[in-house]
Nanobody, 122 residues
Framework: QVQLVESGGGLVQAGGSLRLSCAASGRTFSRSVRGWFRQAPGKEREFVAAFSWNDDRTIYADSVKGRFTISGDNAKNAVYLQMNSLGPDDSAVYYC???????????????WGQGTQVTVSS
């Protein structure tokens, strides 16, 4: 089992920044990839970014490239999502997830956190 806890969400004005954190515990060695997804009301949960501990590889959704940065801290067993130039379309519940495979397909992630709300006001 892997437990994931997100933090860092909140209310921010358009153009502002937030940094989300994902802390992991349990059998974290069994899942070498962390992903961030988000879900807005009435919409499907969508991929945002992912990071692999194996080779520090990162991937991003086109909608966040150049604005968001995912990174990992091995010592703290944590992954971060730095979000800059936020807009109202970025408002959603953001979820951290764990997988053995890096990718954007939601079903390859089998452990999920409870999510943290991000609201961007215009």
């Amino acid at each position: 089992q892997v437990q994931l806890v997100e933090s860092g969400g909140g209310l921010v004005q358009a153009g502002g920044s937030l940094r989300l954190s994902c802390a992991a515990s349990g059998r974290t060695f069994s899942r070498s990839v962390r992903g961030w997804f988000r879900q807005a009301p009435g919409k499907e949960r969508e991929f945002v970014a992912a990071f692999s501990w194996n080779d520090d590889r990162t991937i991003y959704a086109d909608s966040v490239k150049g604005r968001f940065t995912i990174s990992g801290d091995n010592a703290k067993n944590a992954v971060y999502l730095q979000m800059n130039s936020l807009g109202p379309d970025d408002s959603a519940v953001y979820y951290c997830a764990a997988s053995n495979i890096i990718g954007s397909f939601r079903l390859i992630y089998d452990y999920w956190g409870q999510g943290t709300q991000v609201t961007v006001s215009s």
